[in-house]
């Protein structure tokens, strides 16, 4: 009985194809509508360097990294976390190994493999692919959401409707690999509560410094010497409005318009709400974690005789390259020329963050769908038989694995949620 229903599944990144592999398992028949010529295009890039495809950490910990959304997400990742998702790409011959950092990846480091075992798997199970088809929203006389679902084609605009849908569509970062929050309006439109799509794990626009001459953003002179510069072994702090310190150790780049990388994409949410709240935000850095700043101002004040600042810093701080040059780029020369007052801007370096990037430059996307608007099931209230999954839904997470995993339990809730809506309408 349940093979002569039909679920439509829009959008064939993680969180779509979980969700038919899903229903197709309950018996269902599935199509998979997608914008790209193929599938998995954003799974693909996000595997170039290494597929991150979730992280080790004990659950307490894994689950806070979802912040004002970790609980109403922890049920799904009770379900369907970590460790099941490992469990579940060893079903698909893809073996995982742990990495140092705690992060979990494919032995083979690649998404390439992994996906063309899971599209083998869905397509024995039946589950039907139509590439190149965008979604368009819904005909204006459809007398149902699951109903005069509009795509476009290579052969034109034509319409298809399913006894229930899942949506998947992705946010609105890197919109050429498909994610381009065109479905905002759509839904906004029928009366879904949706927050505004904002950039997640991004990089930011640097403001004007202490010892710029030029105004916003980085000198022509920093900018021709240092883009594409990685800063290693730094740490940063950023104190929020409610005087909350945050601290994070790693590396990050210097861009042609302020600073981006990992580091910095940890404390990205967290700085976002600071630039809106205030305007800007101030990140220090500490460009020496392993120096105390005692020991840096009595090294920096030895008598430095012929050699220039410059050596004197190289030689007494360890400091040069890119870290020199950030010094130059953000203190004034009275500063750069005091050797108390150049120690402690060596050990918190003030950065004055103006914007984020662009949402479509971004890795993920904050905001979508409320989950005040989605039922237990992710099926939205107001238009029941439609399910939302993965990242059109009102939640972040830092990189490190956690979107990804994420994305595949909602998908994995959607499906069965809408698996047992249809057992429920017959």
């Given at each position: 009985m349940n093979a002569a229903r039909n679920v439509i599944v829009?959008?064939?990144?993680?969180?779509?194809?979980?969700?038919?592999?899903?229903?197709?398992?309950?018996?269902?028949?599935?199509?998979?509508?997608?914008?790209?010529?193929?599938?998995?295009?954003?799974?693909?890039?996000?595997?170039?360097?290494?597929?991150?495809?979730?992280?080790?950490?004990?659950?307490?910990?894994?689950?806070?990294?979802?912040?004002?959304?970790?609980?109403?997400?922890?049920?799904?990742?009770?379900?369907?976390?970590?460790?099941?998702?490992?469990?579940?790409?060893?079903?698909?011959?893809?073996?995982?190994?742990?990495?140092?950092?705690?992060?979990?990846?494919?032995?083979?480091?690649?998404?390439?493999?992994?996906?063309?075992?899971?599209?083998?798997?869905?397509?024995?199970?039946?589950?039907?692919?139509?590439?190149?088809?965008?979604?368009?929203?819904?005909?204006?006389?459809?007398?149902?959401?699951?109903?005069?679902?509009?795509?476009?084609?290579?052969?034109?605009?034509?319409?298809?409707?399913?006894?229930?849908?899942?949506?998947?569509?992705?946010?609105?970062?890197?919109?050429?690999?498909?994610?381009?929050?065109?479905?905002?309006?759509?839904?906004?439109?029928?009366?879904?509560?949706?927050?505004?799509?904002?950039?997640?794990?991004?990089?930011?626009?640097?403001?004007?410094?202490?010892?710029?001459?030029?105004?916003?953003?980085?000198?022509?002179?920093?900018?021709?010497?240092?883009?594409?510069?990685?800063?290693?072994?730094?740490?940063?702090?950023?104190?929020?409005?409610?005087?909350?310190?945050?601290?994070?150790?790693?590396?990050?780049?210097?861009?042609?318009?302020g600073i981006e990388g990992g580091l910095i994409y940890a404390l990205s949410a967290r700085l976002r709400d600071a630039i809106a709240a205030s305007g800007s935000a101030t990140l220090h850095l500490d460009l020496a974690p392993g120096r105390s700043l005692e020991r840096l101002t009595e090294d920096l004040s030895r008598p430095r005789g012929a050699r220039s600042m410059s050596s004197h810093l190289q030689s007494k701080a360890g400091i040069t390259g890119v870290k020199a040059g950030l010094l130059r780029e953000c203190t004034t020369a009275a500063e750069f020329a005091d050797p108390a007052r150049l120690a402690t801007a060596i050990k918190s370096l003030p950065l004055r963050l103006a914007a984020p990037r662009p949402l479509d430059e971004a890795i993920s996307t904050a905001g979508g769908v409320l989950f005040e608007d989605v039922d237990e099931h992710l099926m939205l209230r107001a238009l029941p038989g439609l399910f939302c999954c993965g990242e059109m839904l009102d939640w972040e997470a830092p990189t490190g694995g956690y979107l990804l995993t994420a994305c595949f339990a909602t998908g994995r809730a959607a499906g069965r949620g809408a698996a047992e809506w249809l057992a429920s309408q017959y």
């Open positions: 829009i959008g064939a990144g993680p969180a779509g194809l979980m969700a038919a592999e899903t229903l197709a398992a309950r018996g269902l028949g599935v199509d998979v509508f997608d914008a790209m010529p193929s599938v998995g295009r954003k799974f693909l890039l996000a595997g170039i360097g290494g597929l991150n495809l979730t992280h080790s950490e004990p659950a307490q910990a894994f689950i806070s990294r979802y912040r004002e959304r970790q609980d109403v997400l922890a049920p799904m990742l009770a379900d369907f976390g970590a460790e099941a998702l490992r469990e579940w790409a060893h079903g698909l011959g893809v073996e995982t190994f742990v990495g140092s950092s705690g992060r979990v990846f494919p032995r083979e480091m690649k998404a390439a493999p992994l996906l063309r075992a899971w599209l083998h798997r869905l397509r024995e199970a039946g589950v039907r692919f139509h590439v190149r088809h965008r979604w368009l929203g819904w005909q204006s006389d459809a007398p149902e959401p699951t109903s005069g679902l509009r795509f476009a084609t290579p052969d034109g605009e034509r319409t298809a409707g399913a006894d229930a849908v899942v949506l998947a569509p992705g946010g609105a970062s890197w919109a050429k690999l498909g994610s381009d929050g065109a479905w905002v309006p759509w839904l906004g439109a029928r009366g879904i509560g949706i927050a505004a799509l904002e950039p997640a794990n991004c990089g930011f626009d640097v403001g004007a410094q202490a010892g710029s001459t030029s105004g916003e953003g980085w000198s022509e002179h920093f900018r021709e010497r240092f883009v594409g510069e990685p800063v290693k072994s730094v740490a940063a702090t950023f104190i929020d409005a409610q005087g909350e310190s945050h601290y994070r150790a790693g590396e990050c780049m210097i861009s042609a318009t």
